[in-house]
Nanobody, 123 residues
Framework: QVQLVESGGGLVQAGGSLRLSCTASGRTFSTYTMGWFRQAPGKEREFVAAITRSGAPTLYADSVKGRFTISRDNAKNTVYLQMNSLKPEDTAVYYC????????????????WGQGTQVTVSS
């Protein structure tokens, strides 16, 4: 029902910032909880952040809390991930996902996924 496309990834030095965007084609974007996940080579996909359909509350992984900020603009069918104070361990493919219901850290509730955008943080 929705198609998600991530953008904004790239190469950045440690301590720098990037802003990821995820745009949705669905008519019902505002009804979904949106999440960001990431996966480094050889590692499992892990939760990063999530945001409710109204924009609050939000949920963050401990590893990014205080550095990353998730937000959304339902009028633009877009969810954002502002990433500050980036570290080499943040290097991964970042995925946008849409879920029904409440905030969730696990992957199961997320029914729709983008194809990911690469974020590389150099030291």
């Amino acid at each position: 029902q929705v198609q998600l496309v991530e953008s904004g990834g790239g190469l950045v030095q440690a301590g720098g910032s990037l802003r990821l965007s995820c745009t949705a084609s669905g008519r019902t974007f505002s009804t979904y909880t949106m999440g960001w996940f990431r996966q480094a080579p050889g590692k499992e996909r892990e939760f990063v952040a999530a945001i409710t359909r109204s924009g609050a509350p939000t949920l963050y992984a401990d590893s990014v809390k205080g550095r990353f900020t998730i937000s959304r603009d339902n009028a633009k069918n877009t969810v954002y991930l502002q990433m500050n104070s980036l570290k080499p361990e943040d290097t991964a493919v970042y995925y946008c996902a849409a879920a029904y219901g409440v905030l969730a850290r696990d992957l199961a509730p997320y029914a729709y996924w983008g194809q990911g955008t690469q974020v590389t943080v150099s030291s």
